[in-house]
């Protein structure tokens, strides 16, 4: 896949991306400034602004470099092939990564909704996700249908159900206290899930 985002980016542009979204998981957008992501990327805020010109520019261009790390990483592990329950696994295992780095992700994706939901031109972020991983969801689920695994009646709406399905699991898992002595319990309970939900 294309990298939309670090595409033409220098290192500088990306470490400060970075720091964006490592702040953002951290404190919230609306408690974050300009000067902590700075300070997280050593670069000076002036240097900020002149790069992305204001902080929701900086904001809108974190969360499209988040959507696609996903998106990489899932279609990475899809390229290992398998059958359709095997895939699932695959795709499952590239998401449940580790507890500290999904809380991060978890904590920055509900920032990133709020944002798509209530400013404008944040708008085309729910459209990215929707392309994007709604989009691998259907490819694997078409993939099981074609094989005979999979029983669903509509691939798009099974792909929005898997989607709501394992973000749901990463809402739920967020707010129990052993959230970290869990997670594998949780990754294993949302695979299960998933391929209930597909009919497998």
């Known amino acids: 896949m294309q990298d939309i985002v670090a595409s033409g980016r220098s290192v500088r542009e990306l470490e400060i991306i970075r720091s964006a979204y490592r702040t953002m998981a951290r404190r919230g957008s609306h408690r974050m400034s300009l000067q902590d992501v700075a300070d997280g990327a ?3 805020k002036a240097l900020i602004l002149y790069h992305f010109g204001s902080k929701d520019a900086l904001l809108l261009t974190a969360m499209k470099w988040a959507v696609e790390r996903t998106a990489e990483r899932i279609r990475s592990a899809l390229e290992s092939g398998g059958s359709p329950g095997q895939q699932i696994a695959a795709l499952v295992d590239a998401i449940f990564i580790e507890p500290e780095a999904n ?3 978890y904590l920055f994706y509900l920032d990133l909704v709020e944002h798509a939901g209530r400013i404008p031109s944040f708008g085309e972020l729910s459209t990215i ?3 994007i991983i709604n989009g691998l969801y259907s490819e694997v689920i078409a993939d099981g249908v074609r094989e005979g695994v999979f ?5 798009e709406v099974a792909a ?4 709501a399905l394992i973000e749901g699991t990463f809402l739920q898992w967020m707010q129990t206290d052993d959230w970290r002595e869990n997670h594998e319990v949780w990754k294993r309970q949302c695979r299960d ?3 209930r939900l597909l009919g497998a």
């Open 160 to 163: 929005r159900n898997m989607r």
């Open 103 to 105: 809380r991060d992700f």
């Open 193 to 195: 899930g998933l391929l």
């Open 42 to 44: 050593g670069v000076s």
């Open 129 to 131: 996700l929707i392309e």
């Open 151 to 155: 029983d669903v009646p509509d691939i």
